[in-house]
């Protein structure tokens, strides 16, 4: 009995025992079974908002307005400029190059500056050959819409092997209109005078440039870069139009004070920025307020009294003079021409023909390359300019046509060397 009872002993304390192992081994294995069971969390960094926009001021509000204002401005002369440019493409029509065999054949002609690689032509409708001479009819359009007959004369020239063109003459008839003895004896209506003769000048230089830019004013974006910290802070500034010079005249008929005004844009550069015609405008001026005004399309160009290697030709009998161009009434109609010059250093000059016509002012070209006038014919209403290239010499007549309201090619004279800025 008594050893039953340490039988029993001895198994509760073996059992007890055992247990007291088998859990000491378990629990660790638990705690690994769970903590391998977590889901791993993601540790993603929060993206931070980026902050909100500054707001904008009241000022930079009305800024962008004016900038926006400004910029349309801008495009609806930008697209004036594009149909003056228009026009001058036309003259180029009017001179076929020097010509080979095998277009001599095709009937056709480069035209005058058009590229070797890009070329357009003019077609002839007739052709005559005598000897070495060659005589070819076309049709050439003109700046307000017409079309006109021309013929050119070649000669044959062996060394070059290529048709030489020797001149230009109109076929068409052109009508003139009326002469007016009255009309040529005075050359321009009205008394005429400019800036530097006006004892009121800075009075006006200062209506003139506080009206332009307060009704037109140019606005700009402009970007101002602290170098410090790199940041870059977007703005606008006006850049105010300046006067360069003005005529007092008569150019509308309007019974009131009528000025031409060229502006130039006050530039950050100043040696260059006064040299460049930006605006031209004409005010209608009552009682030192301005009524009126009309914007005149133009080609730009350096102003003369500006520069330095250049200055505009000296005329005889070309009405009135002023820094620019010269002011008459060539055609004859009642209303002062404005004849403007504009100097470009690399594509040489351009002779523009301004006139009031139908309550605008209506821009053609007279002239679109580098020129020297040589006389003005008030009987025949014709401009005669010389002209000289690197390739030639030659003498071109311009007469008004009063029915296209525009001036024409009337002849041109080749008097040496080759019309011609085409590569063979």
């Given at each position: 009995m008594q050893n039953n009872k340490l039988k029993l002993i001895f198994i509760l304390i073996l059992t007890a025992?055992?247990?007291?192992?088998?859990?000491?081994?378990?629990?660790?294995?638990?705690?690994?079974?769970?903590?391998?069971?977590k889901p791993v969390e993601n540790k993603i960094e929060a993206v931070k908002p980026d902050p909100p926009a500054p707001q904008k001021t009241a000022e930079q509000l009305e800024a962008e307005e004016k900038y926006k204002k400004s910029k349309e401005y801008e495009e609806k002369l930008k697209q004036?400029?594009?149909?003056?440019?228009?026009?001058?493409?036309?003259?180029?029509?009017k001179f076929p190059t020097g010509i080979t065999i095998d277009e001599l054949i095709q009937q056709k002609a480069p035209v005058l500056y058009s590229l070797a690689d890009n070329l357009e032509f003019i077609h002839f409708y007739e052709i005559k050959k005598?000897?070495?001479?060659?005589?070819?009819?076309?049709?050439?359009?003109?700046?307000?819409?017409?079309?006109?007959?021309?013929?050119?004369?070649?000669?044959?020239?062996?060394?070059?092997?290529?048709?030489?063109?020797?001149?230009?003459?109109?076929?068409?008839?052109?009508?003139?209109?009326?002469?007016?003895?009255?009309?040529i004896e005075n050359q321009a209506l009205g008394s005429l005078y400019s800036m530097k003769n006006d004892e009121k000048k800075h009075?006006?230089?200062?209506?003139?440039?506080?009206?332009?830019?307060?009704?037109?004013?140019?606005?700009?974006?402009?970007?101002?870069t602290d170098w410090d910290t790199g940041i870059k802070t977007k703005g606008y500034k006006q850049y105010d139009m300046r006067i360069l010079d003005y005529v007092k005249g008569n150019f509308t008929n309007s019974g009131?004070?009528?000025?031409?005004?060229?502006?130039?844009?006050?530039?950050?550069?100043?040696?260059?920025?006064?040299?460049?015609?930006?605006?031209?405008?004409?005010?209608?001026?009552?009682?030192?307020?301005?009524?009126?005004?009309?914007?005149?399309?133009?080609?730009?160009?350096?102003?003369?009294?500006?520069?330095?290697?250049?200055?505009?030709?000296?005329?005889?009998?070309?009405?009135?003079?002023?820094?620019?161009?010269w002011i008459a009434d060539l055609n004859q109609n009642g209303i002062n021409e404005i004849y403007l010059a504009a100097l470009f250093n690399i594509e040489g000059?351009?002779?523009?023909?301004?006139?009031?016509?139908?309550?605008?002012?209506?821009?053609?070209?007279?002239?679109?390359?580098?020129?020297?006038?040589?006389?003005?014919?008030?009987?025949?209403?014709?401009?005669?300019?010389?002209?000289?290239?690197?390739?030639?010499?030659?003498?071109?007549?311009?007469?008004?046509?009063?029915?296209l309201k525009e001036f024409i090619l009337y002849r041109g004279r080749i008097l040496g060397g080759l019309r011609n800025e085409k590569n063979y």
């Open positions: 025992f055992i247990f007291s192992c088998s859990k000491e081994v378990k629990e660790p294995a638990e705690e690994k079974t769970v903590a391998e069971s004036l400029v594009a149909e003056l440019d228009k026009k001058e493409k036309i003259l180029n029509y005598d000897g070495d001479f060659c005589y070819c009819k076309y049709k050439a359009p003109t700046q307000n819409g017409g079309m006109l007959d021309y013929q050119v004369t070649y000669k044959w020239d062996n060394p070059e092997q290529i048709y030489l063109p020797l001149s230009y003459d109109l076929l068409s008839e052109n009508n003139i209109g009326k002469i007016n003895e009255e009309f009075e006006m230089i200062k209506l003139f440039e506080d009206y332009e830019n307060t009704q037109y004013p140019l606005f700009r974006k402009v970007v101002h009131y004070d009528e000025y031409f005004v060229m502006f130039y844009e006050d530039d950050p550069d100043p040696e260059m920025g006064d040299q460049y015609i930006e605006r031209v405008r004409c005010f209608l001026v009552s009682e030192g307020k301005i009524i009126n005004d009309y914007y005149i399309s133009h080609s730009g160009g350096y102003f003369y009294p500006a520069l330095t290697h250049d200055k505009l030709p000296e005329v005889k009998d070309f009405g009135y003079k002023f820094s620019q161009g000059d351009r002779l523009l023909m301004i006139e009031y016509n139908d309550e605008s002012f209506v821009t053609s070209y007279v002239y679109g390359d580098r020129y020297d006038i040589l006389s003005i014919d008030w009987y025949k209403k014709m401009i005669i300019i010389k002209d000289k290239s690197m390739n030639g010499e030659w003498i071109d007549d311009y007469q008004w046509n009063d029915t």
